[in-house]
């Protein structure tokens, strides 16, 4: 008891009636992870919404009061709060308010998705296919439109891959694309034994034919939201960073808290593009927020550009030519290409240097490894002008593919890594097959970054639907914990073995490593006296439970705050 009692004492910002006050609630007989260090307890004291103790049943069954709740565990684990690091909740909320989404794994899915929505919508109606990632389907390609107008030829049909598009007949009728000789303005129509089977660019040009969406009302897209985080809460998720909010988005949360709506903490990432000082001083004087302006619950923490591309549609950022046969699978052009590049290095010194004197932490979309360490590198040049530039703690945003170098310069600079463990599940087969085992025996390098001593958070960069196991992409923190943990894909396959997480370590790129990207350690990301009460109850142990369960773990009960905001019946 007399750790538990110097922790209380210690608790910075913890008022001194709470120190002496008898605690609202009281957990024993559990397996509870504090994750300070690697101490197991059975129970934990919650008090005006923060932790203020530790340790065993009988020492801190001791505080409790006449009006103190206790909760029986019954063995049960209890895991801090999972931090999600990178999601787009706004995005996908409005894209729910347009249907539901649907994961597909093949083209054949593709094909029976259509033919539900042909039988749905009269003929003339257009139809796009939700976006699924052709790194993903079984076929390893895009669909012909050949395919396509096996689903249907009485609808327009559009299959889009962010940057490239395939149409059956009847959509590249609409398009006015009727031989080798049509022209869609911006876009550039790829043809075969004279019919056409992509587009590159060209969207602006699909959109015009298309009917004007309606906006959803404010309401509607509150209502969406508040649904949607009701689903984090569901498997435990109690804060979330919201990657390319804005203004009106922040607003909203602020507005969501301020009625006690919010059941997940939201730190904001504001993403712009612009590319000299000029323009950031002016993108920050028309946002209106100071650094770290919020509170506990919503909060601005830093600035975000978007330096390249993607490994899905063939533009990320390489040390490398793409080469011929990613040039191939991607139905690129140029096998000198290497990769898109929304930024030169003297842009990034300008725009990092100008974005540290106002202040603010800074991140960075950069997918490939070329462009990581270019990105890196402008990081360092502005860190020996302006030294405090290291107390930034920099946020590499995907960074999928890290070496011996890369990590030893992101840890001499402070960065952290967000990174996305459901690309490894979905997409490392494809990578080995198309970029090699060097490659993928790299690819989502979390042991690399965690043994180099770099902070590193795994997320899903959650982008449309709603299922924690079938969205773009899934927001499931224990399939997060399992591929982690067993380093295997989707059809378990092992590439890159040592790159494995202990259990323990897995847990902290889900919690405490999440926290110090937003300078929230003293708060969040372990269940310590003095941390606000975030966390998970769940129902079985997750460091003792066969590997292949880790991934079937369930939440039992989401608390924030102290607050129960889910529950499972």
Partial sequence: MKHAIW??????????????????????????????????????AVTDGRITATGTDEEVRKLAGAETQVVDLGGKMVLPGFIETHCHSMGAS??????????????????????????????GTWIEVPRNEITR?????????EELDAATTEHPVIFVSVTKTVLNSAGWKALGVTGPDSQVSGGEVVFENGRPVLMRGGQAALRALQPMKTAP??????????ELHQVYNSVGITTIFERATDRAGHDLFCELAAKGELTTRMRGTFRFSAQKAADVESYLKKLGLKPGEGDDMVRATCLKITVDGGIHWGTTWLSEPHGEKRTA??????????????????????????????????????????????????????????????????????CYFPDKAMVALAKKLNAGVDTQGYLYYRDSDFIAKIYGQSWVDRFLGLAAWAEGGVPVATNSDHMIGFDPDQAMNSFNPFLMLYIAVSRKNDLGEIHGAHQKLSRLDALRAVTQWGAWLSFDEDKLGSLEPGKLADYVVIDRD????????????????TVLGGRTVWERR
């Fill in 542 to 557: 997750y460091l003792t439970c066969p590997e292949e369960e880790i991934r079937e773990i369930q939440a039992v009960r």
């Fill in 94 to 123: 409005k894209a729910a308010l347009e249907g539901d989404y649907q994961e597909l794994s093949s083209i054949a899915e593709v094909q029976t998705w259509i033919r539900e929505q042909a039988a749905q919508h009269p003929a």
């Fill in 217 to 226: 009302s404010p309401e509607a897209v509150r209502a969406k939201l508040k």
């Fill in 7 to 44: 922790a209380l004492a210690g608790c910075m910002g913890l008022a001194a009636n709470s120190l002496l006050a008898a605690p609202q609630e009281i957990l024993v007989n559990g397996r509870i992870v504090t994750l300070e260090g690697d101490r197991v307890v059975q129970a934990m």
């Fill in 137 to 145: 389907f079984k076929e390893r390609r895009f669909p012909t439109p």
């Fill in 329 to 398: 699978f991607y139905r690129n052009t140029d096998p000198a290409y290497g990769g898109q590049r929304n930024y030169t290095p003297e842009q990034m010194r300008e725009i990092f240097g100008t974005v540290n004197r106002l202040g603010w932490p800074m991140s960075a979309h950069v997918t490939g490894d070329g462009g990581a360490m270019e990105v890196l590198r402008a990081v360092e040049a502005v860190a020996n002008e302006q030294p405090d530039m290291l107390q930034r703690r920099f946020n590499l945003i995907h």
